[in-house]
Nanobody
Framework: QVQLVESGGGLVQAGGSLRLSCAAS????????MGWFRQAPGKEREFVAG????????NYADSVKGRFTISRDNAKNTVYLQMNSLKPEDTAIYYC???????????WGQGTQVTVSS
């Protein structure tokens, strides 16, 4: 089992940037994919970005393409989400998760709050 801890959230003005981190521990040798999801108040959790651990292949939700970048540091067992040109609609709790495949995720972290003010 993999344990995940997110950090890096906060309050930022529209147009600003934040970098989220997700540190993995436990059975990290079994990681295939890692992903970022978000959930805004009153909305369902949605996929934001994913990365394949073996070759850093990435995929993104259309709403964040060109603004967000997912990356990973194998040595630190950490995945990052660089968020630029933030918009108020990016306000949400951001979670990382371990992926069994590109489309199947499990093992959510506790989340980190991102608030973008207009």
């Amino acid at each position: 089992q993999v344990q995940l801890v997110e950090s890096g959230g906060g309050l930022v003005q529209a147009g600003g940037s934040l970098r989220l981190s997700c540190a993995a521990s436990g059975r990290t040798f079994s990681i295939r994919y890692m992903g970022w999801f978000r959930q805004a108040p009153g909305k369902e959790r949605e996929f934001v970005a994913g990365i394949r651990w073996s070759d850093s292949s990435t995929n993104y939700a259309d709403s964040v393409k060109g603004r967000f970048t997912i990356s990973r540091d194998n040595a630190k067992n950490t995945v990052y989400l660089q968020m630029n040109s933030l918009k108020p609609e990016d306000t949400a709790i951001y979670y990382c998760a371990e992926g069994l495949s590109k489309n199947v995720y499990r093992g959510w972290g506790q989340g980190t709050q991102v608030t973008v003010s207009s």
